[in-house]
């Protein structure tokens, strides 16, 4: 963004022809900057993702041992004989 806003100010400050490869550099600079920011928030992207799918697996394991815990309980107090 501060790139796009001086490579503007070049064209309206002066001629382009004179600062053409400022110009250039600039925009150059800007889409390489673009680019890696895409680049970035991509992998963001897959990164969170990963993350919930891990957030999930830890929440189902839970639960199962829970559901284990409970049938073990269950399964202690059915086969007690009464005394």
């Known amino acids: 963004m501060q790139l796009e806003i001086e490579r ?3 064209r309206k400050e002066t001629p382009i022809a004179r600062h ?10 800007s889409r390489e900057l673009r680019d890696e920011a895409n680049r970035l928030r991509a992998q963001w992207d897959q990164e969170k993702a ?8 830890r929440e189902q394991i839970e639960r199962v041992r829970l559901e284990m815990e409970k ?3 269950r ?8 005394s």
Do not use: K
């Open 8 to 10: 503007e100010a070049l």
């Open 20 to 29: 053409a490869s400022a110009w250039s550099a600039s925009s150059a600079s």
């Open 50 to 57: 990963a993350v919930a799918q891990h957030r999930q697996l």
């Open 71 to 73: 049938a073990q309980r």
């Open 75 to 82: 399964s202690t107090t059915s086969t007690r004989s009464p």
